[in-house]
């Protein structure tokens, strides 16, 4: 398909002005900040009703957002994009950035995961932040995730998806470091946020590259140009597009701080750090597809990007002993697939995203049932001081359970049909780089299906390796059912997405579509992956499931060592950035005090010294003050003869 | 007589109050020195008067009285005072005022 | 002659420092409401007038114009247009607020309570003048005339430290002022002179001879980045904010350093567009160091009022960054973002007052976990410092991303490397969060006091302006940008069109 093709079919869809429900799209974002500002500025007086403020305002913008679905796909294909006029946000000559809200299939789908997901882990908050005393703050603050992120999908600009993008930005902040009296926590919410910011560096060039280029940054206007700008710039604006992307989806090389937002409580990791925002990335390429299209070289970094990453995440994975962290490795490896399947262009944008939706699924009911057995466990996130739960928790050991088989891609679950798609269409590419990802792409389910096992083994089977005080149960009623519908998602999502390209005629008028995207499980690639699956859980089950965990990490090679490290990320930032730049602050406070200042202060000191040898001057002798006002008396007057002669 | 002699008497007056000045120590002395400066250019401005034939120079000579009658009053009591703290009219023993 | 609206508001708060002066040192009480209510009147009748600007009327509107020397064209003349507009509106919101933040501290200086506040309205008055007047002699007379209760306030504690902040605070602006004089009556001297000579409106459409203009341009640029300050100009600014009672503090950076950026666009672009063409490129270079410079300085205090001097020099390096980058974006951006700086560091300002009130140190380490003893605070804080390392939504992204994106037009690499700011300013302004509000409690701070009833009315104003222009900055940019629009135009310069030419962006609006 030419690119010129892929173009049209990604721009054809004209923007119709809302009427009826579309011009409450607003209402979507402006429930739940409404909600989160009562609830941070009525202080202790919310304390009692809170939370359910909380969850009641996520639920209206769901139930909003299934209106306004219901409405779209009541429309004909070619007319589904909306937009709600607000106001004209700022307005410097040419430089416009309306507050508008668009409504379109890409937007839609992410307002249902974020506010379904989102509502579900609500719910499940209630009761897992039951005895905090900041439980009112932190509904606040999950209010505000929601309503940024919303704000980001429903963006009709680049400019306002910067805002939801910082938005969401913050509220992860505040949420990490929400027991912000833990030192740890506090670090690990200022590194997530500076990390964001070298990302959110590169979006904002590429919002100040597409004015400078095109006069405009609304979708619209930008999509409907893309082609005729030249190619350095359309890379250009790709590649600092993904910049934005990498921060913000922690892709390598700005992955390191997604490991230690896990200090968070769990629902921020299920719903901020696996479901929504840290695949926005994913979702910018995605909507950037029209700019990315004219681009190969942009789309090429994407995949790369992606496939390190997914390889990468995965390693990590495998070594650790943290549940949460072993999780939040997952995610990033798990968004390496969306990457990847993104970067592919048209063959793989709908892919890409229905992983992402079922993903937002699998990942958030397996956080949430590592929420509920760290609920049951006093805590405890080591997995090896877990083991046997699974007759203890027997809803969270089933939901988890669900999860796993979806993200191994176990045959007829979810994963399953989005990833296999994914590692088909990376093959389908052709050439050497297509046979590269997609092996990369097979080589991560080997590592999924390992990690995973092993997790699963080493939590819910085996032999109990508690601490003493423990004494495991299942969560309650509100935590319990979330984990349910969630585990439901798990299986039936991804038939209902990619069965019959469904999902991807419905992306189409958006991102564009290939000729040949049906879903053919039963290829090659598709018995090549289920094979290595089997081998990885094989390797894993050989090592955990048949042999007792230590209690305490053994000895081990030094890939292991580092990959317990998050493979020396942390390393390689402190030793590159980090301490070079202290010394380098360090060395300019010197030299503003030193040197600038040192030579304003020096310079006054020299006036000083030589006024005060002046000084001397002034003998308090009357007669020799006479004598000189006679001596420039005289010279006075010679100098008028002088002048005069 | 050529009204330059005037002129060379003022010169000579104005010398020998200006060494006057300069040499001796005793603010009484100094202070006549000084009397003797003015009084040697108002001698010159009448002579410059004269010769002119024009009354400027005379007019600044009055003024140039009305300055030294208020200057003495002002001086003398000034070394009236410092004589009676300091039990001496030497000028270079009044040597405070410095740096 | 219709209603003197400028006099007036000027005239307000010279009556009350006079009142304030003439009061018995022992009522206190008295002096504080004497202070506020002038500052409070003054504040209403502003809003009136602002009411009736026209922005799409004449460029210079409620003008007056009395001569005053006659014999060198001086004239008292007045006139607001839409760039002066909002930043007297900045001046006269912020000094009630900080009269009442220096409720307590106005009896904590060496002066009598009705001493520091009588300097402190009668500054005011100089201020709104120096913005609002329109002949070049006034304003240098009034550009002068600010430092004098200025050097007292600095000075106020009557340490040595604070005696050597004030004293290199008047010696730099009496240099960089003397040299603006030289150009002052250069400019009368090579200009047309006359009963006019220096009307504003007589200067701007003075034609000078290239070299001479160029001189005169570095005299007044001079001044102006000393008062700015720019760097490498800058060293007084820490000092000098770090000594003074806060209160003061708000004031220097958050107004009186305003005057220097004010005078960039009103003064250099306005009088020698061609000259301010010519030395661009240096300007911007300082201006881009000034940046990072200012940023890395931040990171490395150890004091947290020095560390917001650093942050305030970064911030002036990009508001002259966007004034020299002769874009509408860039110098509207740039008006709107002294009137944000004002705002938000004038928030950090008065919340590390507090912070310093309750604990008695200005040390980052001495702070710790106050988030868990004073919430609210904390809360307060944090929105401050949000828009300290520009948040969008909050007032200070929506001027950084016009300065960015207007430099970005026309100088790509400058832009580039200002960006760059943006990561430097979440570290400086997140990690000094971090040290001071969150952590476990520091053992001085157990038992602080969360704000009290006037603290919070302190703040309430500056959070509520933060979030406000965040969300809606429309109207005060509809009114800037009608000024910025003429001062481009009488630079002779257009924004750059776009790269690729469409139908949605040909045509403006």
């Given at each position: 398909m030419t690119h010129a093709a892929l173009h049209a079919a990604a721009t054809l869809t004209p923007t119709m002005h809302t009427t009826g429900a579309f011009s409450f799209t607003w209402l979507l974002v402006v429930i739940p900040l409404t909600s989160a500002t009562v609830l941070l500025l009525g202080g202790?007086?919310?304390?009692?009703w809170g939370h359910l403020l909380g969850v009641a305002a996520p639920v209206a913008s769901f139930v909003l957002g299934l209106i306004l679905f219901a409405q779209l796909i009541g429309k004909p294909a070619s007319e589904r994009s909306f937009d709600n006029h607000l106001f004209s946000w700022t307005f410097v000559g040419n430089f416009k950035a309306p507050a508008n809200f668009q409504i379109d299939p890409l937007s839609i789908s992410f307002v249902l995961l974020i506010t379904g997901v989102g509502s579900l882990i609500h719910v499940y908050s209630v009761g897992y932040m039951?005895?905090?005393?900041g439980r009112r703050r932190f509904f606040a603050y999950m209010n505000l995730f929601v309503s940024a992120m919303l704000l980001l999908v429903l963006a009709d600009n680049y400019l306002a998806l910067y805002v939801g993008w910082e938005g969401v930005g913050l509220a992860s902040y505040l949420l990490i470091g929400f027991?912000?009296?833990?030192p740890s926590a506090r670090t690990a919410a200022t590194k997530a946020f500076v990390v964001n910011r070298v990302g959110d560096f590169g979006l904002s060039l590429a919002v100040m590259l597409m004015f400078a280029t095109f006069g405009s940054f609304t979708f619209t206007n930008v999509f409907g140009a893309a082609g005729s700008a030249d190619h350095a710039t359309m890379t250009a604006i790709g590649l600092l597009l993904l910049l934005g992307a990498c921060a913000k989806s922690a892709q390598?090389?700005?992955?390191?701080?997604l490991g230690d937002a896990?200090?968070?409580p769990t629902p921020v990791s299920a719903l901020i750090?696996?479901?929504t925002m840290v695949t926005a990335g994913v979702y910018l390429v995605a909507r950037s597809a029209p700019i990315f299209n004219v681009t190969p070289t942009a789309r090429l970094a994407v995949t790369v990007v992606g496939a390190v990453t997914l390889l990468f995440g995965a390693i990590i994975g495998c070594a650790k002993d943290d549940i949460k962290k072993a999780l939040a490795a997952s995610t990033m490896s798990q968004i390496g697939y969306m990457m990847l399947a993104v970067g592919l262009g048209p063959a793989g944008y709908a892919f890409g995203i229905a992983h992402l939706l079922t993903h937002g699924f699998f990942k958030a009911g397996l956080f949430l049932g590592a929420g509920s057995v760290m609920h049951g466990m006093n805590?405890?996130?080591?997995?090896?001081?877990?083991?046997?739960l699974g007759k203890y928790m027997p809803w969270t050991f089933a939901t988890f359970g669900l999860g796993y088989l979806a993200i191994i891609g176990f045959p007829g679950l979810s994963g399953w049909f989005t990833k296999d798609a994914i590692i088909e269409a990376a093959y389908h590419k052709g050439g050497t780089s297509g046979y590269l990802l997609g092996s990369a792409a097979l080589v991560g389910v080997v590592l999924t299906a390992y990690y995973m096992t092993r997790v699963m083994l080493m939590t819910f089977f085996g032999e109990k390796r508690w601490a003493e005080d423990a004494h495991p149960h299942e969560s309650p009623e509100v935590m319990k059912w979330p984990m349910v519908i969630l585990a439901i998602g798990s299986v039936g999502l991804g038939y209902l997405l990619v069965l019959g390209s469904r999902f991807a005629d419905f992306l189409a008028p958006v991102v564009g579509k290939a000729e040949d995207t049906a879903f053919?499980?039963?290829?090659l690639v598709g018995i090549l992956t289920f094979v290595v699956m089997l081998a990885g859980i094989g390797v894993a089950y050989l090592q955990y499931g048949r042999r007792r965990v230590p209690a305490v990490a053994p000895v081990a090679g030094p890939l292991v060592v580092a990959a317990r490290h998050d493979l020396l990320g942390d390393a390689f930032n402190e030793s590159v950035f980090m301490r070079p730049g202290q010394y380098l602050t360090r060395l300019l406070v010197f030299f503003d005090y030193r040197g600038i200042d040192g030579f304003v202060n020096g310079f006054a000191a020299f006036i000083g010294g030589t006024s005060s040898r002046f000084?001397?001057?002034?003998?308090?002798f009357v007669r020799s003050y006479a004598l000189s006002m006679f001596g420039g008396a005289v010279v006075l007057v010679a100098a008028l003869l002088l002048v005069r002669g | 007589m050529s009204p330059t002699f005037y002129l060379y008497l003022s010169a000579i007056l104005f010398t020998i109050g200006t060494l006057g000045v300069l040499l001796r120590r005793n603010a009484i002395v100094v202070f006549m020195c000084i009397e003797l400066m003015l009084n040697a250019t108002n001698l010159a401005l009448v002579t410059f008067s004269r010769i002119n034939g024009t009354l400027d120079g005379q007019v600044m000579a009055f003024f140039v009285m009305v300055v030294a009658a208020a200057e003495v009053v002002v001086g003398l009591a000034i070394i009236v005072s410092v004589f009676r703290t300091r039990r001496s009219a030497s000028v270079d023993d009044a040597n405070l005022l410095k740096y | 002659m219709s209603f003197p609206w400028l006099t007036v508001i000027g005239a307000v708060p010279l009556a009350g420092s006079i009142v304030l002066a003439g009061l018995?040192?022992?009522?206190t009480k008295l002096a504080k409401q004497v202070a506020l209510g002038t500052t409070l009147v003054t504040l209403a009748l502003a809003i009136a007038m602002a009411v009736q600007?026209?922005?799409?009327?004449?460029?210079?509107?409620?003008t007056e114009q009395v001569s005053w020397i006659s014999s060198f064209g001086v004239h008292y003349a007045l006139g607001v247009d839409g760039i002066a507009l909002v930043l007297l509106l900045m001046t006269v919101v912020l000094w009630p607020v900080v009269v009442l933040a220096s409720w307590h501290e106005c009896?904590?200086?060496?002066?009598s309570a009705k001493s520091y506040l009588a300097l402190m309205v009668s500054m005011e008055t100089l201020l709104i003048g120096v913005f609002v007047s329109t002949d070049l002699f006034l304003f240098y007379a009034l550009f002068e005339a600010m430092l004098v209760p200025m050097y007292f306030i600095i000075g106020s504690h009557g340490t040595s430290r604070s005696s050597y902040a004030s004293m290199k605070f008047l010696l730099y602006s009496l240099f960089s002022g003397l040299l603006m004089l030289a150009a002052v009556i250069a400019l009368y001297a090579?200009?047309?002179?006359?009963?006019?000579?220096?009307?504003y409106s007589t200067l701007q459409n003075v034609d000078l001879p290239v070299n001479d203009a160029r001189w005169l341009f570095l005299g007044f640029f001079f001044a102006f980045a000393v008062k700015a300050p720019l760097w490498p100009f800058h060293t007084w600014l820490p000092d000098a904010a770090a000594e003074s009672p806060v209160g003061g503090t708000v004031l220097l950076?958050?107004?009186?350093?305003k005057v220097g950026t004010f005078g960039f666009l009103r003064y250099c672009l306005g009088i020698f567009p061609g000259a301010s063409h010519w030395f661009t490129p240096v300007v911007l270079v300082l201006a881009v160091v000034a940046v990072i410079y200012g940023a890395l300085q931040a990171i490395g205090q150890k004091d947290l009022l020095r560390l917001i001097a650093y942050v305030s020099v970064s911030h002036f390096g990009l508001i002259t960054l966007g004034v020299f980058a002769f874009t509408s974006q860039g110098q509207s951006g740039a008006t709107l973002y002294m009137v944000n700086h004002a705002f938000s560091t004038g928030a950090l300002l008065l919340i590390i007052g507090f912070m310093i009130h309750r604990r008695r140190s200005r040390g980052v380490?001495?702070?710790?976990?106050m988030q868990k003893v004073t919430p609210i605070l904390a809360g307060t804080f944090l929105v401050a410092c949000m828009s300290g390392l520009s948040?969008?939504?909050?007032?200070?992204f929506v001027s950084e991303f016009l300065v960015l994106v207007g430099t970005f037009t026309r100088y790509k690499v400058a832009a580039g490397i200002a960006t760059i700011g943006i990561i430097l300013a979440s570290v400086y302004m997140l990690w000094m969060y971090q040290r001071t509000m969150t952590g476990p409690v520091a053992p001085a701070v157990e038992g602080a006091k969360d704000l009290s009833l006037r603290e919070k009315l302190v703040i309430a104003p500056m959070v509520a302006v933060i979030v406000f222009l965040g969300f809606y900055p429309r109207p005060v940019l509809d009114v800037i940008n009608p000024a910025v629009g003429a001062t481009l135009q009488h630079t002779g310069n257009s924004d750059p069109p776009p790269v690729v030419q469409t139908a949605t962006n040909g045509g403006a609006s």
């Open positions: 202790r007086r919310t304390n009692s039951a005895h905090d005393p027991w912000y009296h833990k390598v090389p700005l992955q390191s701080w896990m200090e968070g750090h696996a479901a805590d405890e996130v080591d997995m090896r001081r877990f083991g046997g053919k499980p039963i290829g000084r001397r001057v002034q003998t308090g | - | 018995p040192s022992a009522r600007f026209a922005p799409k009327g004449d460029r210079f509107q409620f009896e904590s200086t060496r002066f090579v200009g047309p002179g006359g009963k006019d000579a220096f009307l950076v958050g107004v009186l350093d380490s001495d702070f710790g976990g948040l969008p939504g909050l007032n200070t």
